[in-house]
């Protein structure tokens, strides 16, 4: 897994140290099935979820009326290095990330 810049609003996991690994539309399960397995060693049946456990981010981007709208997944707090990686990307597409995500990460950034 190569770790890349998180520079632009687009899919992928955020690992609790900041890390940030891109993956393709639909290329969710796989990815996190290759995380958690070169990260923990091991697999699940529900590998985003474990991840998620872990403190990983996952983000998905939705089609609604051919509209790209981007959900943040997580399961704890973000860390301090997710928020320094996250925010500013969420706050210059604040319009693209759904409306319910939008307090859950408010309430995250201000903590």
């Known amino acids: 897994m190569k770790k890349e810049p998180f520079t632009i609003l687009e899919s992928g996991y955020i690992a609790p140290n900041g890390d940030f690994y891109s993956c393709g539309y639909f290329e969710h399960l796989d990815t996190a099935k290759e995380l958690l397995s070169t990260f923990y060693d091991y697999t699940t049946f529900d590998d985003e979820k474990e991840l998620l456990n872990k403190g990983w981010v996952s983000i ?24 320094r990686v996250i925010k500013p990307i969420v706050e210059n597409n604040w319009e693209r990330i759904l409306k319910s995500n939008q307090t859950e990460l408010k309430d995250e950034f201000e903590r």
């Open 60 to 83: 998905h981007c939705l089609m609604f009326s051919f509209v790209p709208t981007y959900l943040f997944g997580f399961r704890n707090h973000l860390t301090p290095e997710q928020i």
